[in-house]
């Protein structure tokens, strides 16, 4: 919680989509988390942690792929943001390919973890590396929070810093509840919009469309849905 503190609850967060994705989450009514596989390579998913803690055991390839890429299937999350961004202009050009939108939502969450993403600053050290540092100092064995299989994933490199992302994000446990269905590359946890449940509740408050995008576009994505009820506002 010191190095990556829960964000308050219920909180008001964007999703930035585009128009097909759009239509997808309309049509089934859920925000669906994916796993950090399908991300992995990009900021530094898991591997940046792992290098950083020394996590020689996360880094090691015995055979085919290194331990955190196995870790990664079981970890699933979607990508937020606070209101208002951190940076418009680079969210709507990035996740909305410029022509989408933003869709914002109340979310409270329960089994779920929404945690702000740590962005790796050159020169500066976690809690836990500090601990670790002087532990081995002493000659004593490292610290290993219970957490630490999955911690890693709200820790990203500075190189995609400008997202300032908030994650919403479930481990798949061993003999744990494991909602997730597949879209025949990649199991995906459902979240549904609207209705009560264990996992996290979310609200669809708003519908605001990319600066360069189309309202008309946007209201025929939405046509015949639940989502039809919120008129969506912009460009």
Not at 19 to 33: M, N, Q, T, V
Not at 93 to 101: I, L, P, T
Request: proline share 8%.
């Amino acid at each position: 919680d010191h190095m990556f503190p829960r964000e308050k609850s219920p909180s008001t967060l964007y999703h930035y989509t585009s128009i097909d994705a759009l239509r997808g989450i309309a049509s089934s009514e859920e925000l669906r988390l994916y796993p950090i596989r399908k991300r992995i390579g990009e900021g530094g998913e898991m591997e940046a942690f792992a290098r950083a803690h020394r996590l020689d055991g996360y880094l090691t390839k015995d055979q085919g792929d290194p331990y955190y890429k196995e870790m990664s299937n079981d970890i699933f999350y979607v990508s937020l943001t606070r209101t208002p961004p951190k940076d418009p202009s680079y969210m709507w050009s990035y996740f909305s390919h410029g022509s989408g939108v933003r869709l914002e939502f109340i979310v409270w969450p329960k089994a779920a973890e929404l945690r702000p993403v740590y962005y790796e600053q050159a020169g500066t050290k976690t809690l836990l590396a500090d601990i670790n540092s002087a532990l081995a100092a002493a000659g004593a064995p490292p610290f290993v929070p219970h957490t630490l299989s999955w911690i890693g994933a709200f820790y990203l490199s500075s190189l995609v810093s400008s997202e300032d992302e908030v994650r919403l994000m479930m481990k798949r446990q061993k003999g744990g509840p494991d909602l997730t269905q597949s879209d025949g590359q990649f199991d995906y946890w459902p979240i549904p919009i609207g209705p009560s449940n264990a996992i996290c509740e979310l609200d669809l408050s708003g519908i605001h469309v990319a600066p360069g995008g189309d309202l008309s576009k946007v209201t025929n994505a939405i046509s015949g849905t639940a989502f039809s009820s919120i008129s969506p506002t912009g460009p």
